[in-house]
């Protein structure tokens, strides 16, 4: 059975689809069948995806291409018609997916009957509207299962190596900094809403105070277009601080994750690589629903300031209380009971 999975972005959807491809892969193959997986993503998010064992061809399409590289683009869609596959899952539900969906000329074409963008005119199997107040991981869950997936709980699996895991030690040595002797935390202080984000006062508080206290090293990630405002946290915070902004591809990050013993995100895709990736995650949430999009699973702590307007959903506000308010001390104590609990176990 050919299958071709539609998930173009965010790098953060992209993580939390994961558990829907192993669904897919798992339950097509109990049914005695041999599931061939496509799976088609814009740029930016592929190196999640690049050599993934549960994927047979990571299909890379440019962001916003159709006129920059049309010819590149007919190519890849003369591809997937070639494929003739059984079905096609429309995860992403936009209009830039349903293109897809019909270029692929799939007869099984899939996908929520509440799609945005008129895209379900481009589907023939609509399953009913999904509760937009479900978490996202479970509503991929549900379009997965029903296409013959796994209905077992949720598995991430990553595809970082061996390799990936030496890279990063590598980097945090070079850095000062020895996996086997020393703990480290990461800090992920950056998202694209500008409503998402905490002030760079309470990140160099609680990065300050948990690395005297715990002896535990903070990590800085972000974009290459981050370095100077991590390089700036960097040197606020002291106690040995490490800026790794624009220094990681995907699967290292996930790889860092891993090695890691937390990470303090804001609502970002690294705070969904670093649940992916088997990190415990400290996420602050303000204009989002920790309920729809937030870390997902057991150990995992979501900080809010209680404020009434949230959530809001909003990319802009002249005052985000919602993120301001969040007390620093309630970060420190989150940070505090996971590493006790790492101590025990």
């Known amino acids: 059975m050919k299958v071709l999975i539609i998930k173009l972005s965010s790098i953060g959807d992209v993580a939390q689809t994961l558990p829907a491809l192993y669904s897919l892969k798992k339950g097509l193959t109990e049914k005695g069948l041999k599931p061939e997986i ?14 993934h064992p549960l994927i047979d061809n990571v299909i890379i399409v440019k962001r916003r291409s159709w006129i920059s590289d049309f010819k590149g683009n007919i190519k890849i869609a003369r591809f997937l018609a070639s494929q003739r596959y059984d079905m096609v899952l429309d995860f992403q539900g936009l209009l830039k997916s349903a293109v897809w969906v019909a270029l692929s000329r799939c007869k099984r074409r899939i996908g929520f009957s509440n799609y945005r963008e008129k895209s379900t005119l481009f589907l023939n199997e609509l399953l009913p509207p999904y509760d937009i107040e479900k978490h996202a991981i479970d509503r991929y869950l549900d379009l997965a299962r029903y296409a013959g997936g796994f209905t077992g709980p949720a598995v991430f699996k990553m595809n970082f190596t061996d390799d990936d895991l030496a890279s990063v030690k590598a980097i945090l040595a070079r850095n000062g900094l020895e996996v086997k002797t020393q703990r480290f935390f990461v800090l992920a202080p950056y998202a694209r809403w500008a409503t998402k984000l905490w002030n760079d006062e309470s990140f160099v508080a609680v990065a300050t105070d948990i690395a005297k206290r715990y002896a535990v090293t903070p990590v800085l990630i972000g974009s290459l277009a981050d370095y100077k405002g991590t390089e700036a946290l960097k040197a606020r915070i002291g106690n040995g601080a490490i800026n790794l902004a624009g220094k990681l591809d995907l699967k290292e990050l996930a790889a860092l994750m891993k090695l890691s013993s ?59 209380k919602c993120m301001a308010e ?18 025990k176990s």
Request: net charge positive; glycine share 10%.
């Open 38 to 51: 496509d799976w088609l993503v814009e740029e930016p998010a592929s190196g999640l995806l690049a050599g």
């Open 262 to 320: 937390f990470a303090v995100t804001v609502d970002s895709g690294p705070m969904h690589i670093a649940v992916a990736g088997g990190a415990k995650v400290i996420a602050l949430f303000g204009p989002t629903a920790p309920h729809r999009t937030g870390p997902y699973g057991k150990g995992n702590i979501v900080i809010q300031a209680g404020i009434a307007c949230s959530p809001c959903f909003k990319r802009r506000c002249a005052d985000p």
């Open 326 to 343: 969040i007390p620093v001390k309630d970060v420190i104590l989150a940070a505090e009971s996971i590493l006790k609990a790492k101590n």
